[in-house]
């Protein structure tokens, strides 16, 4: 298995700019997430999917921010308009429901400039 | 709001060295997972614990859940630099279904 697949794995974009982060999780698992993390906040929960549906967006930062899940092997992290500020690793993870695994992608480094 | 707190935050020592990280909440964790993170790469999960009181070992890592199912530890044994990297917990709080909550992290270093 090749495990949650992201990308890109890195991108640089010039603020205003919209950014678009992808992951393909792993074949039959049906809990997705999108993780933010930086030095000064961590890793935080923005949105999570269950069997595609959006279940918890309240760590979504704000308006800018928006996710999809459109099928069971693919969803979107979008930015516009992105800001320094949104400057972090993005990871997706995928799980099965209930049986308490999580597995993680490499992660997308967005540095906006 | 829920809070993880990890401590200590850094921690920088020599192989052999024995040393502990503990996870902290004031809330009750339906169950406690720890991970590892290395640079470059997404955390990667060590071990999951359900039961107040549960100790698990993996190798020269033994995770600890507290009775209370508020807190946890990790201690590891004669470290070795391949030990290296970034410690977090996260929890599952009772009600949240899949949602994890992630600690602060504890970034360990070992030196020869």
């Known amino acids: 298995d090749a495990g949650v697949i992201q990308s890109p794995r890195h991108e640089v974009t010039e603020m205003g700019q919209e950014v678009t982060l992808r992951c393909k999780p792993i074949?039959?698992?049906?809990?997705l997430f999108w993780y933010r993390q930086t030095m000064m906040r961590g890793l935080e929960l923005l949105i999570y999917?269950?069997?595609?549906?959006?279940?918890?967006d309240s760590g979504m930062p704000e308006d800018r921010f928006s996710a999809k899940m459109p099928n069971a092997s693919f969803s979107t992290l979008k930015i516009q308009p992105s800001e320094p500020r949104d400057s972090a690793v993005y990871f997706c993870?995928?799980?099965?429901?209930?049986?308490?695994?999580?597995?993680f992608g490499q992660g997308t480094r967005l540095t906006v400039v | 709001t829920q809070l993880l707190e990890q401590s200590p935050q850094f921690l920088s020592i020599q192989e052999g060295e024995n040393l502990t990280v503990y996870c902290n909440s004031s809330?009750?964790?339906?169950?406690l997972q720890w991970y590892r993170q290395e640079p470059g790469e997404g955390p990667v999960l060590l071990v999951t614990?359900?039961?107040?009181?549960e100790v698990k070992k993996l190798k020269r890592l033994t995770f600890q859940f507290g009775d209370a199912r508020k807190d946890s530890s990790l201690h590891i044994t004669a470290a070795q630099p391949g030990d290296t990297g970034l410690y977090l917990c996260a929890g599952l709080y009772t009600g949240t279904a899949s949602k994890l909550t992630f600690g602060t992290g504890t970034r360990l270093q070992v030196t020869l």
């Open positions: 993870a995928s799980s099965l429901a209930g049986t308490g695994t999580t597995f």
């Open positions: 074949s039959g698992h049906n809990s």
């Open positions: 809330s009750v964790f339906s169950s």
């Open positions: 999917f269950n069997n595609n549906v959006p279940i918890d």
């Open positions: 614990v359900v039961t107040g009181g």
